[in-house]
C-alpha cells in the first residue's frame, strides 16, 4: 500500500494563505487519485479536492471553490494544495488520500475510492 506523507499545515489567520503537501511513496495504477480531505472536531470528514494524474478531472468541494487550487507535480509523485483567502471555518485536519484505478473522466472527492490516507496535518484559521 502507497504510504502518504502531508506537510505544510500551520495556522494563520483569516484572509491568509497557506500550502499544504503530499508525497507518495510510489505510484502505480491504483493510486491515479489523489485528493484531500478535512475533518474538523465534531464534524464528519470532508472531501476538499481531488486530481486525477496527468492533472485532469480536477474537483473541488463547493465550500472552497476560488480559493484552494489542487496540483500535482508527477515526477515527485507530490499532490498540493493551494489554500487562499482562508476562512475560520477552513480549521481542520487536512488528509491526503490516494485511490485507483480509476476509468472515469473526473475524479471523485468522496471516500471511494481512496484507499490509502495520510496522518493529517493541521489548519488553523484565525478570526
Known amino acids: 500500500q502507497v504510504q502518504l506523507a502531508e506537510a505544510g499545515g500551520g495556522s494563520v489567520q483569516a484572509g491568509g494563505s497557506l500550502r499544504v503537501s503530499c508525497t507518495a511513496s510510489?505510484?502505480?495504477?491504483?493510486?491515479?487519485?489523489m485528493a484531500w480531505f478535512r475533518q474538523a472536531p465534531g464534524k464528519e470528514r470532508e472531501g476538499v479536492a481531488c486530481?486525477?494524474?496527468?492533472?485532469?478531472?480536477?474537483l473541488y468541494a463547493d465550500s472552497v471553490k476560488g480559493r484552494f487550487t489542487i496540483s500535482q507535480d508527477n515526477a515527485r509523485n507530490t499532490v498540493y494544495l493551494q489554500m487562499n483567502s482562508l476562512k475560520p471555518e477552513d480549521s481542520a485536519m487536512y488528509f491526503c488520500?490516494?485511490?485507483?484505478?480509476?476509468?472515469?473522466?473526473?475524479?471523485?472527492?468522496?471516500?471511494?475510492?481512496?484507499?490509502?490516507w495520510g496522518q493529517g496535518t493541521q489548519v488553523t484559521v484565525s478570526s
Open positions: 486530481i486525477k494524474r496527468g492533472g485532469s478531472g480536477v
Open positions: 488520500a490516494a485511490g485507483g484505478p480509476w476509468y472515469g473522466a473526473a475524479c471523485p472527492v468522496r471516500d471511494y475510492p481512496y484507499t490509502s
Open positions: 510510489e505510484y502505480t495504477d491504483n493510486y491515479v487519485l
